[in-house]
T-cell receptor, first 114, second 114 residues
């Protein structure tokens, strides 16, 4: 148990729709990162939020956006869904340090786009 | 793109044997971490080794780091059926500004037969 919870666990959408995924960070952690993991691949960094501001982004288009709230919970929004967006979306919380230490991952939200 | 390359892609052993997984990366790092993932669920942090360390132990795990070769290895001794999972190395790039950004390899699938 990492103390990081994600919802929903599974969802199915169709192309062109929009989706919102939610993450509750581990208590005391002020940083949240989102990763996309396609089947059979390693996770890829989408973006990271620290104190409600985006702080770093991977190679993902602007239709991937996020929010971090004052209680450090977070949302990942994806607009205009494409088939290739089908993946496991992982949220990870951490304490901001000089370098990236251990990340605490949730169980993920599995998105299927039809 | 993935920075880390794990080798082998899949490893099948008997209970009690040792399992060795290797990881290579491309850029200078602050640290390298190993994570475990059970069947498409969340990732669990195993061990972190900093760039100025050469070897680290944690229980049945032994990690080595060779920064001159940009490579690391994870050894699991006396493996158990419960060790069956995917194992990922992840690097925190030196000089980066995106805290919480780890670059993952594609993983090694370990199967331990009872």
């Amino acid at each position: 148990e990492t103390g990081v919870t994600q919802s929903p666990t599974h969802l199915i959408k169709t192309r062109g729709q929009q989706v919102t995924l939610r993450c509750s960070s581990q208590s005391g952690h002020n940083t949240v990162s989102w990763y996309q993991q396609a089947l059979g691949q390693g996770p890829q960094f989408i973006f990271q939020y620290y104190r409600e501001e985006e702080n770093g982004r991977g190679n993902f288009p602007p239709r991937f956006s996020g929010l971090q709230f004052p209680n450090y919970s977070s949302e990942l929004n994806v607009n205009a869904l494409e088939l290739d967006d089908s993946a496991l979306y992982l949220c990870a919380s951490s304490l901001r340090l000089i370098s990236t230490g251990e990340l605490f991952f949730g169980e993920g939200s599995r998105l299927t786009v039809l | 793109s993935q920075q880390g390359e794990e080798d082998p892609q899949a490893l099948s052993i008997q209970e009690g044997e040792n399992a060795t997984m290797n990881c290579s990366y491309k850029t200078s790092i602050n640290n390298l971490q190993w994570y475990r993932q059970n069947s498409g669920r969340g990732l669990v942090h195993l061990i972190l080794i900093r760039s100025n360390e050469r070897e680290k132990h944690s229980g049945r795990l032994r990690v080595t780091l060779d920064t001159s070769k940009k490579s690391s290895s994870l050894l699991i001794t006396a493996s158990r059926a419960a060790d069956t999972a995917s194992y990922f190395c992840a690097t925190d790039a030196a000089g980066g500004t995106s805290y919480g950004k780890l670059t993952f390899g594609q993983g090694t699938i370990l199967t331990v037969h009872p």
